[in-house]
């Protein structure tokens, strides 16, 4: 496993890569780091090259200038690959991730062999979500960034008793989090476009992870949206919330082994 880093203008982006052969994006989501695939990575990494990048602000990465947009994030994972030299990959992105991952499509298709919406959406936030986010953001200004993780974080899970250990593992690495950063996510998911074409139009397979108690990500989102693509590929976590890579981590895996080709 390499720890490797490279220059987006003047934010310094720091990512791993870890086994060989086709490159494979395993892109990190909202309130968590790169180590969120540490396990998947293990196992994906015998098979292909794992490009784990750590999001602007997320595990030691920098900031970006000003209000990033999504397509601002997308941006970065472009220029991670042509400072690697790679002109294709396969773009699997969780919650967050896949937001960015779907920007990227939108931008730079030819550059996508597959692609996996982890508990993520094409769809814009509806009004709705809109004023939850607002209120993320107003509280994180009042009270900090781990007041609202706090309370958010166990949310995302189907069974919090299970997954105690796992809980406070994501508490204890969110700690990182500066409330700028926090903010700076919440402000670019709010102000996303509609991708919904993208899938409409997108001709590579696309493989969409569903869980079923996904609070974060409707279900029945999910599965409107997997009937879009040409090349389209369903698995259902039913004992998953919107973190399956942990809940139910030997069907995610058998779903990228298949969306990487293996």
């Not at 941006?75 to 773009?91: D, I, P, R, S, Y």
């Not at 139009?201 to 696309?206: A, F, S, T």
């Amino acid at each position: 496993m390499q720890a490797k880093h490279f220059m987006f203008g003047e934010t310094k982006i720091l990512y791993t890569l870890r086994g060989t052969g086709k490159p494979v994006i395993l892109l990190h989501g909202f309130g968590e780091d790169d180590t969120i695939w540490e396990n998947t990575a293990e196992v994906l990494s015998q098979h292909c090259l794992c490009i784990i990048p750590k999001i602007p602000g997320s595990g030691g990465s920098d900031c970006l200038p000003g209000s990033p947009s999504i397509i601002d994030f997308a941006e970065v994972m472009h220029q991670l690959l042509l400072h690697e030299k790679f002109q294709q990959c396969t773009f699997i992105g969780h919650s967050m991730g896949g937001y960015i991952a779907l920007a990227f499509a939108q931008q730079y298709p030819d550059m996508l062999r597959a692609l996996c919406l982890f508990h993520s959406s094409s769809y814009a936030d509806d009004a709705m979500k809109v004023e939850t986010r607002q209120k993320a953001i107003h509280l994180i200004r009042e009270k900090g960034g781990m007041t609202f993780l706090k309370t958010a974080i166990p949310g995302l899970f189907y069974d919090t008793e299970k997954h105690r250990t796992a809980i406070e593992l994501l508490l204890e690495k969110a700690t990182q989090f500066t409330p700028k950063a926090l903010i700076q996510y919440y402000e670019a998911m709010i102000h996303r476009p509609d991708t919904t074409a993208v899938l409409e139009k997108i001709l590579i397979p696309v493989y969409f992870i569903l869980g079923e108690h996904d609070k974060a990500v409707p279900f029945k989102h999910g599965l409107q949206q997997s009937h879009l693509p040409k090349h389209a590929h369903l698995t259902i976590l039913r004992e998953s919330g919107h973190m399956g890579m942990i809940e139910e981590p030997e069907k995610a895996i058998r779903t990228l082994l298949e969306c990487i080709g293996e």
